[in-house]
């Protein structure tokens, strides 16, 4: 059983926007609002990396590349982070990937594709 349940990849043109979710099952549930939820990238032939994270405070972190474009946001009561992407560049192409981290544990998704045609 999936612990992460990601939704909204797909194709967009340059300029454009996606909207990526990421449910966390009750099954890991605990205390989701003091989780860490992130989403990181991989593109093939690349290494996976941090594209933004928002803590359980709500302090968010994001890599230099996606800065004024991407916004993580979290809705606690639905145990669902989201990752809004805009200004969506050819580059952005990877598979996306939600992260959580809970009580020393992490647990991944299994990943969303996102492709954005020049």
């Keep these: 059983q999936r612990q992460l349940v990601e939704s909204g990849g797909g194709l967009a043109q340059a300029g454009g926007s996606l909207r990526l979710s990421c449910r966390a099952q009750r099954s890991i549930l605990s ?5 860490t939820m992130g989403w990181y990238r991989q593109a093939p032939g690349l290494e996976r990396e941090q594209v933004a994270i928002i803590t359980g405070d709500y302090n968010t972190n994001y890599a230099n590349s996606v800065k004024g474009r991407f916004t993580i946001s979290r809705d606690n009561a639905k145990r669902t982070a989201y990752l809004q992407m805009g200004s ?31």
């Design 31 to 35: 205390v989701f609002s003091g989780n």
């Design 88 to 118: 969506l560049k050819p580059e952005d192409t990877a598979a996306y990937y939600c992260m959580m981290t809970q009580g020393g544990q992490t647990f991944w998704g299994q990943g969303t594709q996102v492709t954005v045609s020049s």
